[in-house]
């Protein structure tokens, strides 16, 4: 589905997602973002570039919106809202654990109403499956997936898909609470929406909550290591950069393995986690705490990924942005 007709379903799903359909029906968003029919399978979604080409974006995860006590930090939580909104992005990517807990829909209601403004600005935002988002369901997902369907419509009845950005990235968002063996559904469409990127695809960005590679204090999730395994064989010959964005890990993360980054962007609101910074960690960082999100800045042959940093405890005279850690793909 293409043209004018795929832009206003994109654009009405995007504002559904936040609560406000109409208004963004009524506005020019619908020449930006398009979807192919679900029926063919997982959904493909675009985002187009600006005239010139350039095109930012945003991506984070562990938000946590909730109105429980203890479990996030609601002020930087809406503090980071805002800023993005501020950005003006032409999309915003959010690596899982949305919401506190995925059985109650007041939780999908707090992010509706703190995300708001994303609505207002006619901002898409494109999720992945967290562990969160089943918390209270662990005998049936179906009550979860219910409320995560309800919120992303246009997703159903599916648990992965892909976002073309430009012409020249995709990104590849997945559940990595389902299986990621070889041979598994969500496996068999990974690699194929890999291998049959074209060669106008220069950047490849998965998105997932597990993150594959990660400080090796924390538990694994399940196999998302199966990716790293899976790039760590196929990234050299592959004619896209690759990039891989995790979360769960409430901080940040950047590592360089076999010539792939990983990240771990879990700075969205959650109650925060340490990380040792050991191991081949190449932001070194010293702050303990990393309320963030990610710019990804695409131009030409670049991708520019900017880490900006909110200080919770800044004093209220200071600026409590920072932008501690960058660094820059180069296209094949």
């Not at 675009?46 to 203890?70: C, K, M, P, Q, S």
């Not at 590592?255 to 609101?269: D, H, I, P």
Request: one cysteine or more; charged letters at 20%.
């Amino acid at each position: 589905m293409r043209g004018s007709r795929a832009g206003l379903l994109l654009a009405a799903a995007a504002l559904a997602v936040l609560g406000e359909a109409s208004a963004c029906i009524a506005g020019d968003a619908g020449d930006q973002h398009s979807a192919q029919p679900a029926a063919e399978g997982p959904p493909e979604f675009h985002v187009a570039a600006n005239a010139d080409g350039a095109i930012t974006f945003l991506a984070y995860g562990d938000t946590r919106f909730t109105g429980r006590e203890g479990v996030a930090n609601p002020d930087a939580r809406r503090a980071l809202v805002h800023r993005m909104t501020a950005e003006r992005p032409a999309a915003i990517f959010i690596g899982g654990d949305l919401v506190y807990q995925g059985s109650d829909g007041a939780d999908y209601e707090t992010y509706r109403h703190e995300t708001a403004e994303w609505a207002d600005a006619a901002i898409p935002v494109y999720p992945a499956l967290g562990n969160h988002e089943f918390r209270g369901c662990d005998a049936d997902a179906a009550p979860c997936l219910a409320n995560w369907w309800s919120t992303f419509e246009p997703l159903r009845p599916f648990r992965w898909y892909s976002v073309t950005v430009g012409t020249s990235t995709r990104v590849l968002l997945l559940d990595s609470d389902s299986e990621l063996k070889p041979g598994s559904p969500q496996r068999l469409w990974f690699e194929r929406e890999v291998q049959s990127a074209g060669p106008n695809i220069k950047f490849l960005i998965v998105a997932l909550h597990y993150p594959p590679v990660r400080d090796p204090i924390f538990p694994r999730g399940k196999n998302e290591a199966e990716i790293a395994s899976y790039f760590s064989a196929h990234a050299r010959a592959l004619r896209a950069r690759v990039l891989v964005i995790g979360s769960h890990v409430h901080n940040y993360e950047r590592f360089r393995k076999n010539g792939v980054m990983y990240l771990v962007s879990g700075g969205g609101g959650a109650k925060p986690h340490p990380v040792l910074r050991l191991f081949g960690e190449l932001s070194h960082l010293h702050t303990t705490v990393n309320y963030h999100y990610l710019r990804l800045t695409l131009a030409g042959n670049r991708l520019d990924c900017v880490m900006v940093r909110f200080d919770a405890g800044a004093p209220a005279s200071g600026d409590p942005w920072t932008e501690p850690d960058r660094f820059t793909l180069v296209s094949r």
